[in-house]
């Protein structure tokens, strides 16, 4: 079994930290020690340590123990020293009931949607060059204290940032041509294993988008454990620029899934993309049926990526374009990793389009080139492209 599929769809890689510190021993029911409360800390649905949050988010108050027994009840109080309150209800002797399972339990704290300042904070704040992942933030701390029958114990949290929210990088807002990216593989599968893919991808699809040139990490702000519209995925990129892209819209049903993002401010690339996947079944030989994994984007170049690449007599040919085309046969790759199978088809589809600055919006055909990939992502299953790799597309 591959090592993706060894990961619950509800948790972040591998299994939550709660249970880990529960195996570890420092939670469990050891007559050694007396019962008492071990940590606190701010923490997401599955206890993991988070460094940023969204206004509006839901955030968890998290609570680890030692040899309390089952369905004790902690108090919480929070309250923090601004007058201008960050989370909803943490004010002076607000409680909040901690129920402890297993050695730890967990309250949720909404963020105030309310903050000002931090709208202003990010008009004022642009400057071309920065990375504006880290740029939209308001830090603050919350103050508090555990009461239990075994003990009590104060605690100040551990810097919260809060971020605000990027503003959409439509098409209007690139340069230079517009380019239809389109990438399709197929793999034979049974339809519990798109399912089951399904329900990871739309939960993390950092499983799969992840690779050797840049790391996805998704804020999941209402901890519903899937991605929603609203939602935001963090990326890393190999090279001077990195980005984010905001969850615009999600379609699903049993055979078929369309995860949609839309580019933000700061990101490399001005547009849309879209990740899809469909089962389609072949009734006369069930060994033939197949996923279609596609990657459909369409973008134009960023200024700032512009001002940074290296431009020859095509547009297309810059080293911002050939590294997305890298990346996405890496994740063509993890696709097909998988569902520990080599790929029974992988084209790459391309249009490229002036762009109709009277109207704002995709203008003539400059070209329309079909490829087929498979080789390229075969070669990407035994060793993922680099940035100092030659694009083969």
């Not at 202003?120 to 103050?143: A, P």
């Not at 911002?320 to 790929?343: D, H, I």
């Not at 762009?355 to 087929?372: C, K, Q």
């Amino acid at each position: 079994m591959s090592f993706f599929k060894e990961i619950n769809p509800k948790t972040n890689w591998g299994e939550p930290v709660l249970s880990r510190l529960a195996k570890s021993g420092i939670t469990g029911n050891s007559k050694k020690e007396k019962p008492e409360i071990i940590t606190g800390h701010w923490a997401n649905f599955y206890g993991n340590n988070v460094d940023r949050y969204f206004i509006g988010e839901t955030i968890y108050y998290v609570v680890v123990t030692r040899n309390i027994p089952d369905g004790t009840i902690i108090k919480l109080q929070l309250f923090e020293k601004e007058d201008k309150l960050h989370l909803k209800d943490a004010k002076l002797n607000q409680e909040f009931d901690i129920k402890i399972e297993s050695g730890f339990g967990r309250v949720a704290v909404k963020i105030n949607e309310t903050i000002a300042s931090l709208s202003e904070k990010n008009k004022e704040s642009l400057t071309t060059g920065d990375d504006y992942r880290y740029q939209h933030t308001e830090i603050f701390n919350v103050y508090g204290k555990l009461f239990s029958k075994y003990g009590n114990k104060s605690f100040r949290s551990n810097f919260i940032h809060v971020v605000f929210e990027l503003e959409s990088q439509g098409l209007e807002k690139g340069v230079g041509n517009v380019e239809e990216q389109q990438y399709t593989v197929e793999v034979y599968a049974a339809s519990s294993d798109f399912y089951l893919f399904q329900l990871q991808f739309l939960g993390h699809p950092e499983m799969i988008t992840s690779n050797k040139l840049a790391t996805y990490t998704p804020f999941d702000k209402n901890n519903d454990g899937y991605l929603t519209e609203g939602d935001q995925i963090e990326i890393d990129i190999w090279g001077p620029v990195n980005g984010s892209v905001k969850v615009a819209k999600l379609v699903t049903d049993k055979n078929r899934f369309e995860l949609y993002f839309q580019a933000l401010q700061g990101h490399p690339d001005a547009g849309n993309i879209r990740f899809s996947g469909q089962f389609i079944e072949n009734y006369f030989d069930f060994t033939k049926s197949k996923i279609v994994f596609e990657i459909f984007n369409i973008t134009r170049t960023n200024l700032l990526t512009k001002h940074l690449d290296v431009y020859s007599q095509f547009p297309e040919a810059t080293i911002s374009r050939a590294a997305q085309r890298k990346q996405w046969l890496n994740v063509l790759a993890n696709f097909c990793n998988y569902f520990e199978t080599g790929p029974v088809k992988a084209t790459f589809h391309l249009i490229n389009k002036k762009w109709n600055a009277s109207t704002n919006e995709p203008g003539s055909i400059v070209s329309n080139n079909t490829t087929d990939i498979l080789e390229y992502v075969e070669i990407a299953m035994e060793s993922q492209y680099d940035f100092f790799s030659i694009s083969p597309i």
